[in-house]
């Protein structure tokens, strides 16, 4: 098939209908799509910004919560775990976060927020064993306090962001 060649801008004042379109590489990235643009949420990764908290002024407390499930068929991933606290510990005093896929642990070692950690520092976890997530998965947060000869945190408070695939 023969092809014609346009060198330089093109106009259409209208609507061209392509039979097909080959665009060059990274034409349709980021810096190429306009604020403001409308673009369907099924072709866009959706973050998910988590945040689940014990209260302010609420002494650290043993507590399991279920924070997300994936409803993707095409997956997610895990991007940042952050665990912190209002009010710092004193003493011997402890609060561990884990982050658990299905009923097993996922972080390479729990974070740890001991009279080291100040107030409203984020503690992020050492590493993951894995931050795949499929349909269906559930992710679970463990807040374990432990008084050891001292005073309580408060306000602990655990960040969870996760990018989940479009379907």
């Known amino acids: 098939m023969a ?3 346009h060198i330089g801008d093109l106009y259409v004042d209208g609507t ?5 379109l080959i665009p060059p590489d990274d034409c349709l990235g980021d810096d190429a799509w306009p604020l403001g643009d409308p673009l369907d949420a099924e072709k866009q990764v959706q973050r998910h910004n988590l945040l689940h908290s014990q209260g302010v002024a609420v002494d650290a407390a043993d507590e399991a ?10 997956g997610a991933a ?14 011997a005093a402890t609060v ?9 642990t996922i972080l390479s070692a729990v974070i740890t927020i001991d009279n080291s950690i100040a107030a409203y520092e984020a503690v992020e976890p050492a590493g993951y064993t894995s931050t795949a997530l499929i349909e269906d998965d559930v992710l679970t ?27």
């Not at 895990?78 to 510990?89: P, Q």
């Open 96 to 104: 561990t976060v884990d982050l658990k896929k299905n009923g097993s």
């Open 78 to 91: 895990i991007v940042k775990l952050a665990a912190g606290i209002v009010t710092a510990a004193a003493g």
């Open 3 to 5: 092809q014609s060649k």
């Open 16 to 20: 061209l209908t392509p039979k097909g």
């Open 65 to 74: 919560v279920v924070l997300y499930r994936c409803n993707s068929a095409d």
């Open 141 to 167: 947060i463990h807040i374990d306090e432990t008084i050891g000869g001292g005073t309580r945190p408060k306000g602990v408070w655990v960040e969870l962001i996760v990018d989940e695939q479009p379907n």
